[in-house]
């Protein structure tokens, strides 16, 4: 398969204060997934050169450096850079904390601007920001100030209630010079529901931030789909999510179809090894470990026996 000019995506992203991103194919976060055993088994298997952690809730206050070291540490232990994310409502407090994340080792950290739940809805904070550009904009103004030079950025949905809001939202990313944008393609009302001009609105948001290394989210499952996103849409590089649950190696299919490193797609054999250290390393009870199933569910894994064994 020929790079499709999109080879950029395998080149390091330089930030501001002289680190870099190894490469632009990041996963997308996801809270209960992307935590725990799945970090060890997607890093022993190098199928990720970067963690993005789920959202951490800055609430009634900022959390002690100890207790934010905590949170990173399994993420950091993996080796690979981590930008850790932080959702809210008080501009002050997330400065405060991102700076401390920072000290505590993250490359960048990350605002969220686009969970749709509707609990965090509820509590305003999430996907409910993008109600208030403004907002965005102070607090990432806020978070400029505490972490000076060292890399900040926000994900954002292309709108709360409507793809229309999308230009004012561009204009508060414009005026606070995030270093990166992630962007899934839904509006937060959308939830997880079909559209079918996402990346068109990809698109348009490209021309509203053409200077912004801008990431984007939605509906990323194989490598066209990725390949798709990137042609039409002129991202800096992509970020599935769900696509990795169900093949864990999609970012390494991606990297190999631009000339990256060869990589032969997972097999059944290769997920079920997936599953078994998923499950092995996961330090949970038998009865605990659930989310094992619901990944083997995503993954399609065949569990039946082989023919040989069949009665
Ligand atoms: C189970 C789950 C948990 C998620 N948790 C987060 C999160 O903590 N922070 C975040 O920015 N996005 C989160 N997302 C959104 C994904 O990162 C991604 O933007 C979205 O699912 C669209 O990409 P996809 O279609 O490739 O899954 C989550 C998605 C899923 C499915």
């Known amino acids: 398969m020929t790079d499709r000019g999109l080879s950029a995506w395998l080149q390091p992203l330089p930030l501001p204060d002289g680190q870099t991103l190894p490469g632009r194919l990041l996963p997308g ?3 209960g997934i992307s935590e725990g055993s799945f970090l060890d088994v997607m890093t022993a298997r190098s199928l990720v050169l970067t963690w993005h952690t789920p959202f951490l809730r800055i609430s009634t206050g900022v959390p002690r450096r100890a207790r934010l070291a905590a949170w990173l540490a399994p993420y950091l232990a993996t080796g690979r850079p981590v930008i ?3 959702m809210g409502t008080d501009s002050a407090r997330l400065a405060a904390a991102a ?3 920072h000290d505590a080792g993250a490359i960048a950290v990350d605002l969220n601007c686009a969970c749709p739940s509707p609990t965090v809805v509820g ?3 999430g996907g409910y920001r993008l109600r208030d550009p403004d907002w965005i904009a102070r607090t990432l103004d806020a978070m400029r100030q505490t972490c ?3 890399a900040i950025s926000v994900k954002i949905r292309c709108g709360f209630e409507s793809p229309a809001e999308l230009p004012a939202i561009a204009a508060a990313l414009r005026r606070a010079a ?3 944008v992630f962007c899934h393609f839904r509006t937060v009302r959308e939830m997880y529901r079909p559209v079918a001009d996402g990346l068109e609105r990809l698109r348009h948001l490209r021309d509203l931030l053409p ?3 801008l990431f984007g989210a939605g509906d990323l499952f194989t490598v066209e789909d990725a ?3 990137g042609e039409t849409t002129g991202v800096d590089g992509v970020t599935p999510a769900r696509g990795l649950i169900r093949n864990p190696g999609l970012l390494r299919e991606i990297a190999a179809a631009l000339g990256g490193p060869a990589f032969t797609p997972l097999t059944s054999e290769d997920k079920i090894s997936f599953l078994h250290d998923l499950s092995e390393r996961s330090g949970l009870p038998v009865r605990k470990r659930g989310f094992v199933i619901h990944v083997a569910r995503a993954m399609g894994v065949d569990f039946s026996l082989p023919d040989c064994h069949r009665m």
């Open 123 to 125: 509590n305003q904070a």
């Open 148 to 150: 000076g030079a060292r």
């Open 29 to 31: 976060p996801m809270e």
């Open 99 to 101: 700076r401390r994340l």
């Open 211 to 213: 200077d912004t290394p």
């Open 178 to 180: 995030p270093d990166l």
């Open 227 to 229: 390949l798709r996103m």
């Open 84 to 86: 850790a994310q932080i």
